[in-house]
């Protein structure tokens, strides 16, 4: 049986309807070598979290996390020159084990636009595979995560510790 729940998702922003989503979209996918329901909790669970959230270098400081819709997670990236990034997000739809969807930003007065994010988890034999879908305001706003963020590379990084955290559990 799964849980569906759901919380209004912000409007989008206004070059959003001008240029195709697929202009303004990051995808990944990887599979798992375990259960959708254990690779579900790694991604909800705080104590899990913090683990392995981020790219190589990283470590994160929860402050809160509150996995409903309309729940958020307040979180800083702490990067392995120092710098402090801090982060948001706010869940908007949950379907146990199969679907979550959130709006990411860097918090309270933050220059850095949202962006949308949709995780789904489906079994893929004795594993599970792990589509992350990421949906930016315009392509320049993708181009610049790309270039200037390194969002593939970290992103490819991020999926890579959620491994290695399944692997150890």
Do not use: C, K
Request: charged share 25%; aromatic share 8%; hydrophobic share 40%.
């Amino acid at each position: 049986m799964t849980e569906s729940t759901r919380s209004p998702a912000p409007a989008p922003a206004s070059t959003a309807a001008a240029e195709p989503e697929d202009a303004r979209e990051l995808s990944f996918t990887r599979v798992y070598a375990a259960p959708r329901e254990r690779v579900w909790d790694a991604w909800t669970d705080p104590a899990q979290v913090v683990r392995w959230w981020g790219p190589r270098g990283f470590t994160t400081t929860t402050h809160q996390m509150d996995v409903r819709p309309g729940g958020t997670w307040l979180f800083i990236m702490h990067g392995p020159d120092g710098t402090d990034y801090d982060n948001r997000i706010v869940f908007t739809e949950l379907v146990r084990p199969e679907r979550l969807v959130y709006v990411h930003d860097g918090g309270e007065g933050s220059a850095d636009p949202p962006f949308h994010v949709t995780v789904t988890f489906a079994d893929d034999g004795a594993g599970t595979r792990l589509d992350m879908r990421t949906v930016v305001a315009s392509a320049a706003e993708r181009a610049r995560l790309v270039e200037e963020f390194g969002a593939v590379e970290g992103a490819l990084q991020h999926l890579e510790r959620l491994a290695e955290h399944l692997a150890e559990q």
